[in-house]
């Protein structure tokens, strides 16, 4: 990728494998964080889906909550918090594998369910999040 704050000859490449290497420390500290809810949850005795949801809403609240006051932030910083540590909490493909894997055991309801709730609860943690932190910092 092009580094978008590169403004000198050599800088490019140095900034992008920094980058990379950002985004790859957030990805790790996110998969961690995820690993640690979803046990939380699956402990407390929640099923799989649940766990997925509860994840995935908070990683939807969190890049709405984050995104206005981090408009400042470095773009490398930038990467390493949204691509890199909430790319690697939330899950799509885990919700994508549990809505099949219900699908194929025949819970169909229970797959629609968990699309509608998937969507939509992202959506709107997200939009919560925004409006929070919009209304917090302005």
């Known amino acids: 990728c092009r580094d978008r704050t590169s403004n000198g000859i050599g800088r490019r490449m140095n900034s992008g494998f920094l980058t990379g290497v950002t985004i790859a420390v957030g990805g790790a500290a996110g998969a961690l964080c995820r690993w640690g809810a979803v046990c939380l ?61 219900l699908g194929a055991e025949g819970a169909y ?13 992202g959506l709107f943690a997200a939009a919560l999040g925004f409006a929070l932190a919009h209304r917090l910092i302005a």
Request: proline content about 4%; hydrophobic content about 55%.
């Open 41 to 101: 949850l699956l402990n407390a005795g929640h099923r799989p889906m649940i766990a997925t949801l509860g994840v995935n809403a908070a990683g939807s609240f969190l890049a709405g909550f984050l995104w206005f006051p981090t408009r400042n932030l470095s773009p490398i910083a930038a990467d390493a918090l949204f691509i890199g540590f909430l790319g690697a909490f939330t899950t799509f493909s885990t919700f994508s594998l549990e809505t099949i894997r």
């Open 109 to 121: 309801g229970i797959a629609a369910l968990n699309i509608v709730l998937q969507n939509g609860l």
